[in-house]
């Protein structure tokens, strides 16, 4: 098993483009998440999605949408890509939503806006 | 809103000695507080987790206590070993039970 993978790893943008972000996870989870991590910051919720075909905002959600395709996958877009967004940015899956289950995290897309 | 408040920032100790991280939630709602662990260039893991209705749980080196009154939990990890630097997140569920809120982690770095 993979686990939960990401990709690109590494991504560099200009001001104003659009990229997605892709994730897929296959250990049949219901709930899945998109993460960024800052420096001093912690990791702060983008978007979850409790089950296919359900999204719901988190803490930081301006300027990104998210689509989840179907059970395994759950992609992150930036429409208009602006130098505040540079960040590394996690996916994660747990069985059920984040309640009391552990999240399992994948190794990370490394972004730079310029 | 929801916080969860990660002491110290950074924290330097030899090998062998223990490490002691500590967290402070705001949600009295929280009930599931999990640790997870950052190595460089990786996804966080999780290491333990404890809910509400456990004092204290060990794993090996590893131990977590959970004060609900006080809203503080924390992390104790014995006989670190170099193999133990990284990142440290404490974090809990919100009260929707929709989330979990991180704390801004510990950087732990062992030395021999």
């Known amino acids: 098993n993979a686990g939960v993978t990401q990709t690109p790893k590494f991504q560099v943008l200009k001001t104003g483009q659009s990229m997605t972000l892709q994730c897929a996870q296959d250990?049949?989870?219901?709930?899945m998440y998109w993460y960024r991590q800052d420096p001093g910051m912690g990791l702060r919720l983008i978007y979850y999605?409790?089950?296919?075909?359900?999204?719901d905002k988190g803490e930081v959600p301006n300027g990104y949408n998210v689509s989840r395709l179907n059970k395994r996958e759950f992609s992150l877009r930036l429409e208009s890509a602006a130098p505040s967004q540079t960040s590394v940015y996690f996916c994660?899956?747990?069985?059920?939503?984040?309640?009391?289950?552990?999240?399992?995290f994948g190794p990370g897309t490394r972004l730079t806006v310029l | 809103g929801e916080n969860v408040e990660q002491h110290p920032s950074t924290l330097s100790v030899q090998e062998g000695d223990s490490a002691v991280i500590k967290c402070t939630y705001s949600?009295?709602?929280?009930?599931?507080f999990p640790w997870y662990k950052q190595e460089l260039g990786k996804g966080p893991q999780l290491i333990i987790d404890?809910?509400?209705?456990?004092g204290e749980k060990k794993d090996q080196r590893i131990a977590v206590t959970l004060n609900k009154t006080a809203k503080h939990f924390s992390l104790h990890i014995t006989e670190t070993q170099p193999e133990d630097s990284a990142v440290y997140f404490c974090?809990?569920?919100?009260?929707?039970?929709?989330?979990?809120?991180f704390g801004k982690g510990t950087t732990l770095s062992v030395s021999s």
């Open positions: 994660a899956s747990s069985e059920v939503l984040a309640g009391g289950n552990e999240q399992f």
């Open positions: 250990m049949n989870h219901n709930s």
């Open positions: 999605s409790a089950s296919e075909g359900t999204t």
């Open positions: 949600d009295s709602a929280s009930n599931y």
């Open positions: 404890i809910r509400s209705n456990v």
């Open positions: 974090a809990a569920n919100n009260q929707a039970g929709t989330a979990l809120i």
